[in-house]
């Protein structure tokens, strides 16, 4: 029986269609996941670029940190281990009583950099609520006045007075702390800082940053500058009394006045140097600024000066100045001072700078009068003085203590100063600067 042939089968069009399509899907899903495994391998990259530029960042802050002071700008470029991906480059230079570091770290494209105001951490030694110079006589105490923590006195010792109707409030003379002899000479300064500060005060045309200073009157003719810290400074100078009226000045921006500068509560000011023979801060200002003078500093009621703010009464060692009244700074009541408040007038008994602390004023950091100081309200910190004083409506005390008071346990145990009072080598950041003003990250210590 003849058998009869199959007819042959064949693939429907379509089924071509669907391999080509399934090819084409898995072509696409095969490039989509190795354009992913590309893109993920080129963000751990950038991440851990990120990471190291992170950690050389935070290692150069820590070189800074341990830096010793300077009074001229010192640029240092360097690899951290000995390789080409952990360069980093290092920046110090003055700024009133402080120094500004900028650290900076890069690798090929991409760089990170910081600026901050270094502080120096107290020793020991420095961790005292009071110092007063011993000039053979006692100090006496009356009202609400209080002393907590290590003081230096006088030989003479201390004693409870009866001024003005009030007796002293307390049984014990000192609190949480124990009493030293103090010496005729109050702790040495650092007069490197002193005089970087001194150019700025001289009078006349002879100082060299008048070549670099532009005219207040004429180049400020906006309401606001800002100059930022990793570039160079700007230097304003007025050669007649100026008054800052609702302007905002941010950064790194000196004004010198040779007469007066008076700021207003509308005034905006944030790290900012002020120098002129008289400086005025009126009622309700607020604001971050070092301001120095030679012949008067004065605060007005309820401002607040953020830290780090420092307030100086600088003595220029001239023949040829003539002081018509004693200088002074006067802190008015309800006022907040979060920095530090010196003066430095050796010398002279005729020439006694005075520092007046009235009632409800308070200071978290340092005070340091060479020279009297009328203490009635409170320091949360460091007192040294050569000799107190205290003027009633009857009369006029020598070493007389009312309503004043001095704790050191109140100070925050982040405090760094100046290296104008510690001149040893543990820093820690005090501000961040160069950033959101709203969103600073926060203080760092460094410990070796």
């Given at each position: 029986?003849?058998?009869?042939?199959?007819?042959?089968?064949?693939?429907?069009?379509?089924?071509?269609?669907?391999?080509?399509?399934?090819?084409?899907?898995?072509?696409?899903?095969?490039?989509?996941?190795?354009?992913?495994?590309?893109?993920?391998?080129?963000?751990?990259?950038?991440?851990?670029?990120?990471?190291?530029?992170?950690?050389?960042?935070?290692?150069?802050?820590?070189?800074?940190?341990?830096?010793?002071?300077?009074?001229?700008?010192?640029?240092?470029?360097?690899?951290?281990?000995?390789?080409?991906?952990?360069?980093?480059?290092?920046?110090?230079?003055?700024?009133?009583?402080?120094?500004?570091?900028?650290?900076?770290?890069?690798?090929?494209?991409?760089?990170?950099?910081?600026?901050?105001?270094?502080?120096?951490?107290?020793?020991?030694?420095?961790?005292?609520?009071?110092?007063?110079?011993?000039?053979?006589?006692?100090?006496?105490?009356?009202?609400?006045?209080?002393?907590?923590?290590?003081?230096?006195?006088?030989?003479?010792?201390?004693?409870?007075?009866?001024?003005?109707?009030?007796?002293?409030?307390?049984?014990?003379?000192?609190?949480?702390?124990?009493?030293?002899?103090?010496?005729?000479?109050?702790?040495?300064?650092?007069?490197?800082?002193?005089?970087?500060?001194?150019?700025?005060?001289?009078?006349?045309?002879?100082?060299?940053?008048?070549?670099?200073?532009?005219?207040?009157?004429?180049?400020?003719?906006?309401?606001?500058?800002?100059?930022?810290?990793?570039?160079?400074?700007?230097?304003?100078?007025?050669?007649?009394?100026?008054?800052?009226?609702?302007?905002?000045?941010?950064?790194?921006?000196?004004?010198?006045?040779?007469?007066?500068?008076?700021?207003?509560?509308?005034?905006?000011?944030?790290?900012?140097?002020?120098?002129?023979?008289?400086?005025?801060?009126?009622?309700?200002?607020?604001?971050?600024?070092?301001?120095?003078?030679?012949?008067?500093?004065?605060?007005?009621?309820?401002?607040?000066?953020?830290?780090?703010?420092?307030?100086?009464?600088?003595?220029?060692?001239?023949?040829?100045?003539?002081?018509?009244?004693?200088?002074?700074?006067?802190?008015?009541?309800?006022?907040?001072v979060n920095g530090l408040v010196f003066s430095h007038y050796p010398g002279s008994e005729q020439l006694l700078a005075m520092v007046g602390i009235a009632p409800d004023v308070t200071v978290h950091g340092q005070v340091y009068a060479d020279g009297l100081l009328e203490l009635q309200g409170t320091v949360c910190g460091r007192t040294a003085?050569?000799?107190?004083?205290?003027?009633?409506?009857?009369?006029?005390?020598?070493?007389?203590?009312?309503?004043?008071?001095?704790?050191?346990?109140?100070?925050?145990?982040?405090?760094?100063?100046?290296?104008?009072?510690?001149?040893?080598?543990?820093?820690?950041?005090?501000?961040?600067?160069?950033?959101?003003?709203?969103?600073?990250?926060?203080?760092?210590?460094?410990?070796?």
């Amino acid at each position: 029986m003849q058998q009869i042939p199959k007819s042959p089968k064949y693939l429907q069009g379509g089924a071509l269609l669907f391999a080509l399509l399934l090819a084409i899907l898995i072509g696409v899903t095969t490039g989509a996941l190795l354009l992913l495994l590309q893109y993920h391998r080129q963000y751990a990259t950038n991440l851990l670029r990120q990471e190291r530029l992170q950690q050389n960042l935070a290692s150069a802050v820590s070189l800074l940190l341990t830096n010793e002071t300077t009074n001229d700008g010192d640029t240092a470029r360097l690899s951290l281990f000995n390789g080409e991906l952990d360069s980093v480059m290092l920046i110090q230079k003055p700024w009133g009583v402080f120094d500004v570091g900028i650290a900076s770290a890069f690798e090929q494209g991409d760089s990170l950099q910081q600026a901050f105001v270094i502080g120096r951490v107290p020793e020991d030694s420095e961790r005292y609520a009071l110092f007063l110079a011993d000039e053979y006589r006692p100090l006496s105490i009356s009202g609400d006045t209080r002393i907590q923590g290590d003081a230096y006195l006088p030989e003479a010792g201390i004693r409870k007075a009866y001024i003005e109707n009030r007796a002293y409030a307390s049984e014990d003379v000192i609190f949480d702390g124990k009493i030293l002899h103090s010496t005729p000479t109050l702790p040495p300064i650092n007069t490197t800082i002193i005089d970087r500060l001194l150019p700025y005060l001289q009078p006349g045309d002879s100082a060299a940053w008048r070549q670099d200073a532009r005219d207040w009157f004429s180049a400020y003719t906006q309401d606001s500058i800002d100059v930022p810290f990793a570039g160079p400074a700007l230097l304003l100078h007025a050669p007649d009394s100026v008054a800052i009226d609702g302007q905002v000045i941010h950064g790194q921006v000196l004004l010198i006045s040779d007469k007066a500068i008076t700021v207003t509560a509308s005034a905006t000011l944030d790290n900012a140097l002020l120098f002129a023979p008289t400086v005025r801060f009126e009622e309700g200002f607020k604001g971050r600024v070092q301001a120095f003078a030679r012949d008067s500093l004065l605060v007005g009621r309820n401002c607040e000066l953020r830290y780090p703010s420092a307030l100086g009464l600088v003595n220029i060692p001239q023949d040829s100045i003539v002081y018509e009244f004693q200088p002074f700074i006067q802190i008015d009541s309800a006022s907040v001072v979060n920095g530090l408040v010196f003066s430095h007038y050796p010398g002279s008994e005729q020439l006694l700078a005075m520092v007046g602390i009235a009632p409800d004023v308070t200071v978290h950091g340092q005070v340091y009068a060479d020279g009297l100081l009328e203490l009635q309200g409170t320091v949360c910190g460091r007192t040294a003085c050569r000799r107190f004083t205290l003027q009633t409506p009857s009369s006029l005390y020598e070493n007389f203590v009312l309503d004043g008071v001095m704790d050191y346990t109140r100070l925050s145990p982040h405090y760094g100063g100046s290296p104008l009072f510690h001149a040893g080598r543990l820093g820690n950041v005090l501000t961040w600067l160069d950033t959101d003003r709203n969103e600073q990250p926060p203080i760092v210590n460094h410990v070796p």
